[in-house]
Nanobody
Framework: QVQLVESGGGLVQAGGSLRLSCVVSGSSFSISAMAWYRQAPGKQRELVALITTGGHENCADSVKGRFSISRDNAKNTVYLQMNSLKPEDTAVYYC????????WGQGTQVTVSS
């Protein structure tokens, strides 16, 4: 059974940085596009960043220039580097694997204080 396990969330001051990691069990990681989503209280879940199997990445306009997504196929891991964090980045961040119907991690809380 494939599992996605996120880590790296926490509390950080505005302007700080965090790096989220998502380890994917199973053998389908290298053939799957991967993404990070986030959901703030009272808001819909939104796409933050996506990376294809070929390593091409795309980020939401709200985080461009501050966040970057990367992957390490040897480690079955996708990362989200978050710099210049703002209070509005506060949310639960979810890892997503675009395989089959799609698979989600359990989420990791990121809280940015002003």
């Amino acid at each position: 059974q494939v599992q996605l396990v996120e880590s790296g969330g926490g509390l950080v001051q505005a302007g700080g940085s965090l790096r989220l990691s998502c380890v994917v069990s199973g053998s389908s990681f290298s053939i799957s596009a991967m993404a990070w989503y986030r959901q703030a209280p009272g808001k819909q879940r939104e796409l933050v960043a996506l990376i294809t199997t070929g390593g091409h990445e795309n980020c939401a306009d709200s985080v461009k220039g501050r966040f970057s997504i990367s992957r390490d196929n040897a480690k079955n891991t996708v990362y989200l580097q978050m710099n210049s964090l703002k209070p509005e980045d506060t949310a639960v961040y979810y890892c997503y694997q675009a395989q089959g119907r799609g698979l989600w991690g359990q989420g990791t809380q990121v809280t940015v204080s002003s």
